[in-house]
C-alpha cells in the first residue's frame, strides 16, 4: 500500500501594486517617472502660433476659445431671462394692483347712496344717538379705504370734478366758482369715482354779465 502523501498548505495569493502614484507618500513611482520620460511627445507647432497650441495649464487653445464663447452665451441667457423675469413681475403686480383698486372702487361705489343719506339726515339735525355712531364708524372706515369726499361751497369750479347743473352770474366771485353742492363728490386717491353736482357763477361785469370781447377791425 501506499503512504499517503502530506496535506499541502495552500498558496497565498501574489498581489502586484502597479499604481503609478505611491499611496503613501503621493509622489510618481521611479518606474512609472521612468515610462513617462520614455514615452513619445507630440512634435510642436513649427509656425510657433498659438492656434494649435496649448495654454500655459495645457489646455487647448481652440477650446478654451469654445469654452470661453459658450460661457459668454449663456450668461446672455440668463441677463435676458432676468430681464424678462423681471418685467413680468413688474406687469403682475401692476396687473393686480388694478384689480384689487377695482374691486375696491365697486364696493366704495356701491356705499354712496349710503353716505348720501347720512349727508342730508345730518344737514336735518337727524344723526345722533346710536345712529350718529354707527354713521361715524362708516365714514371712518370708508375713509381709511382711501375714500375721500370733495365739493364745497366756495371751491373754484374744475369741469373734470365738478358736473355744473345750474349756471348763473354774480358780482361777488371774481372766477367761476360753485355757489352751491347739490351733490357731494368722491374719489379714490386720485380716481374719481363720482363728480360732484354743483351750481356755479360767474362774476359780471360793471353793466351786466360779462359777454364776449370786442374784436377790433382794422382800417
Same mark, same amino acid.
Given at each position: 500500500?501506499? @503512504?499517503?502523501?502530506?496535506?499541502?498548505?495552500?498558496?497565498? +495569493?501574489?498581489?502586484? $501594486?502597479?499604481?503609478?502614484?505611491?499611496?503613501?507618500?503621493?509622489? #510618481?513611482?521611479? &518606474?512609472?517617472? %521612468?515610462?513617462?520620460?520614455?514615452? +513619445?511627445?507630440?512634435?510642436?507647432?513649427?509656425?510657433?502660433?498659438?492656434?494649435?497650441?496649448?495654454?500655459?495649464?495645457?489646455? $487647448?487653445?481652440?477650446?478654451?476659445?469654445?469654452?470661453? !464663447? !459658450?460661457?459668454?452665451?449663456?450668461? %446672455? *441667457?440668463? !441677463?435676458? =431671462?432676468?430681464?424678462?423675469?423681471?418685467?413680468?413681475?413688474?406687469?403682475? $403686480?401692476?396687473?393686480?394692483?388694478?384689480?384689487?383698486?377695482?374691486?375696491?372702487?365697486?364696493?366704495?361705489?356701491?356705499? =354712496?347712496?349710503? #353716505?348720501?343719506?347720512?349727508?342730508?339726515?345730518?344737514?336735518?339735525?337727524?344723526?345722533?344717538?346710536?345712529?350718529?355712531?354707527?354713521?361715524?364708524?362708516?365714514?371712518?372706515?370708508?375713509?381709511? #379705504?382711501?375714500?375721500?369726499?370733495?365739493?364745497?361751497?366756495?371751491?373754484?369750479? *374744475?369741469?373734470?370734478?365738478?358736473?355744473?347743473?345750474?349756471?348763473?352770474?354774480?358780482?361777488?366771485?371774481?372766477?367761476?366758482?360753485?355757489?352751491?353742492?347739490?351733490?357731494?363728490?368722491?374719489?379714490?386717491?386720485?380716481?374719481?369715482?363720482?363728480?360732484?353736482?354743483? @351750481?356755479? %357763477? *360767474?362774476?359780471?361785469?360793471? &353793466?351786466? +354779465?360779462?359777454?364776449?370781447?370786442?374784436?377790433?377791425?382794422?382800417?
Amino acid at each position: 500500500m501506499t @503512504a499517503p502523501s502530506a496535506e499541502r498548505e495552500p498558496e497565498e +495569493p501574489i498581489i502586484r $501594486d502597479k499604481r503609478r502614484i505611491d499611496p503613501v507618500t503621493g509622489a #510618481l513611482r521611479a &518606474d512609472a517617472a %521612468a515610462s513617462y520620460a520614455a514615452a +513619445p511627445r507630440p512634435a510642436a507647432d513649427a509656425g510657433g502660433g498659438r492656434g494649435g497650441g496649448t495654454t500655459d495649464d495645457g489646455t $487647448d487653445d481652440g477650446a478654451a476659445a469654445a469654452l470661453e !464663447q !459658450q460661457l459668454a452665451e449663456r450668461t %446672455a *441667457d440668463l !441677463q435676458r =431671462l432676468q430681464a424678462e423675469y423681471a418685467n413680468y413681475r413688474r406687469r403682475v $403686480d401692476r396687473d393686480r394692483e388694478a384689480v384689487r383698486e377695482a374691486a375696491l372702487a365697486s364696493v366704495l361705489t356701491g356705499l =354712496l347712496p349710503i #353716505l348720501d343719506d347720512i349727508g342730508r339726515a345730518r344737514e336735518h339735525g337727524e344723526v345722533s344717538g346710536g345712529f350718529k355712531s354707527v354713521a361715524e364708524a362708516l365714514e371712518a372706515t370708508v375713509e381709511k #379705504l382711501g375714500l375721500s369726499r370733495f365739493g364745497e361751497v366756495g371751491e373754484l369750479f *374744475d369741469p373734470t370734478v365738478h358736473e355744473a347743473l345750474v349756471h348763473s352770474y354774480s358780482g361777488e366771485v371774481s372766477e367761476t366758482t360753485c355757489v352751491e353742492v347739490f351733490q357731494p363728490g368722491y374719489r379714490i386717491g386720485s380716481r374719481v369715482v363720482r363728480p360732484a353736482r354743483v @351750481a356755479v %357763477a *360767474d362774476p359780471t361785469t360793471p &353793466d351786466g +354779465p360779462a359777454g364776449p370781447e370786442p374784436v377790433e377791425q382794422e382800417q
